[in-house]
């Protein structure tokens, strides 16, 4: 074992003859933006349903997801990445409505478990699928794509494994993101 002695990035530009300005670039101060939404489950809700929960442009970078539900007495989600189904908002007509491929799937979060009341939960990388290291790339970057599809994506709540039990039970996200 050794002791390390690591520096950020920002930290290291601080420390720099002369100064590097840390006020622009990734990882820079900068405004977040907070997205926070909702929707009503039914008790209904079969495997394989889906709840489009939040739309971001691919461009944003993805700093914290948080997750709240009422309870369900049964049920399991995954938390997933399609692209946007809209026609209006600059997403390719071939990628429209679509899960992304390869990584899309499970990309926050996979089989939470909704049972109970989820109070607050981070599920940014539930999954393991999204590593802090992703925190200041752009999302479709993040998400393993080679270049900017453009347009948007939607983060999806997919009943997974177990069907939802009860009625009216409301399923809640919080993202917060920088331009």
Known sequence: MSVEALKSTSITNLDASPIIANTTGEGAAGIQYVQSEYVTVSASASVGSTYRMIRVPTTVKLKELILES??????????SVY??????????????????????????????????????????????????????????????????????????????????????????????YTM
């Open 70 to 79: 009422e309870a369900m007495g049964a049920g399991a989600i995954n938390l």
């Open 83 to 176: 692209y946007s189904d809209s026609t209006t908002d600059g997403t390719a007509v071939a990628n429209q409505g679509v899960i992304v491929p390869t990584t899309g799937d499970q990309f926050f979060a996979s089989d939470v478990n909704l049972a109970s009341a989820q109070n607050n939960v981070q599920v940014m990388n539930e999954s393991g699928n999204n590593p802090v290291s992703n925190r200041n790339v752009p999302f479709w970057s993040a998400l393993g794509l080679t270049a900017d599809p453009g347009g948007f994506f939607d983060i999806v709540a997919v009943v997974h494994t177990t069907a939802i039990t009860t009625g009216a039970a409301k399923l809640g996200l919080r993202l917060t």
